[in-house]
Structures are given as structure tokens and as C-alpha cells.
């Protein structure tokens, strides 16, 4: 399995322009989850999937973003209106069952706002 | 609600020195403790797990041994090597929960 594939690897867009970062989970597994990464905050659990039905998204910072997962096989994390403070890496990771299983993460997705 | 706490970096070290990095979490019941690994501009990639209380996860020479009556996963190997520069994160998953806690984070650098 190619693992979990994540696109763009870098995006650079200005403020209030929209962004889309797209998450392709290993196949088979039931769990989809995005995380940012930050200096000063570290690793943040902004939103999870279970079949792709949103389980939990308190994670998610403001009305800015939202995700969605239409199929098994693919998921989006939209920004409108970016905002320099967005910018962070973006992991998509994904499991498989309910008991003791890892996390597979993506390579991220570098986004910068100007 | 859970929380991991990782022992502040960075910590550099000569290369065949003793590593350990303290990790110790907060949580009810029995989680599940993970320790993972970020190299430069990659993803996290899973390096060892430990599943119920004395456990014990070993993996390219790292070992860590789930401590419930002290609350901890501290990762240690016995001989660090340059390729081990990376970031390093504790992690727990809940009993019956499903995401991931992460601690901050140590970043490690050894030198030859």
C-alpha cells in the first residue's frame, strides 16, 4: 500500500484566499483524522472520521474551516478565508478498528499564508 | 481529560551515548501508549507501542515499558547513532477512545 497520500506537499496563498488540502487514507481502513502541527502548539487533533461521519470536530479552530469526507477513499480540509496565522503543517492519519491500533500519518501538507 | 508530558528538549548527544526521554501521561483507565518518530519534513511514523500495563515495545533498538503505577512510557536505547536525529513523540490513545494525544515533542540531534 502506498500509504497515506496527502496533496499539496506546500501551498503558499495569500490571505483570504481559499485553501483545499486533500487526504487519501489507506484503503481499508475505517478511521480518518486531520492534525496541525505548530511551533507553540504542537500536535492538534482539529477534526476525526468513523466511515466517514465526523465523530468529533472540537477540535476544529473557527467557522473558517471545515472537512468533509464524501467517500472511504478520500477527505478535504478547506480554510476560507486563509489567514496568516493558518499557517502550520497539516497531517491527514488514518486506522483501522477500535482497539489498540496506530495511527498511519501522511507526509503533511506545508501551508503558508501571506 | 487524557495529556501526555514529554521531557523538554532539545537534547543532543555524541553519537553511542544512553538516551532516554521521560514521558509520563494522564488518564483513566488503560490506554494505550505510542511513541513516535518525525525525521525532517516527513510525516510521524510509528516506532513502538505498548498495548497493557508492563508491556514492554522495542523497535530498531528503542525500548519503552508501560509503568502504570507511575504513569509512564520513557523511551531509552543503548546506543544512539547520528541516523536517530529526529523528533520524538509520546502519545496515548484512551481506553475505548479512538484519537490520538500527543505530547510536544523532543527533538533530538546527535553528533558523531
Known amino acids: 500500500d502506498a500509504g497515506v497520500i496527502q496533496s499539496p506537499r506546500h501551498e503558499v496563498t495569500e490571505m483570504g484566499q481559499e485553501v483545499t488540502l486533500r487526504c487519501k487514507p489507506i484503503s481499508g481502513h475505517d478511521y480518518l483524522f486531520w492534525y496541525r502541527q505548530t511551533m507553540m502548539r504542537g500536535l492538534e487533533l482539529l477534526i476525526y472520521f468513523n466511515n466517514n461521519v465526523p465523530i468529533d470536530d472540537s477540535g476544529m479552530p473557527e467557522d473558517r474551516f471545515s472537512a468533509k469526507m464524501p467517500n472511504a477513499s478520500f477527505s478535504t480540509l478547506k480554510i476560507q478565508p486563509s489567514e496568516p496565522r493558518d499557517s502550520a503543517v497539516y497531517f491527514c492519519a488514518s486506522s483501522f478498528g477500535e482497539l489498540n491500533t496506530e495511527a498511519f500519518f501522511g507526509q503533511g501538507t506545508r501551508l503558508t499564508v501571506v | 481529560g487524557d495529556s501526555v508530558t514529554q521531557m523538554e528538549g532539545p537534547v543532543t548527544l555524541s553519537e553511542e551515548a544512553f538516551l532516554t526521554i521521560n514521558c509520563t501521561y494522564t488518564?483513566?483507565?488503560?490506554?494505550?501508549l505510542f511513541w513516535y518518530v518525525q525525521y525532517p519534513g516527513e510525516g510521524l511514523q510509528l516506532l513502538l507501542k505498548a498495548t497493557k500495563a508492563d508491556d514492554k515495545g522495542s523497535n530498531k533498538g528503542f525500548e519503552a515499558t508501560y509503568r502504570k503505577e507511575t504513569t509512564s512510557f520513557h523511551l531509552e536505547k543503548g546506543s544512539v547513532q547520528v541516523s536517530d536525529s529526529a523528533v520524538y513523540f509520546c502519545a496515548l490513545r484512551g481506553q475505548g477512545a479512538q484519537k490520538l494525544v500527543f505530547g510536544q515533542g523532543t527533538r533530538l540531534t546527535i553528533n558523531p
Open positions: 488518564a483513566t483507565g488503560y490506554p494505550s
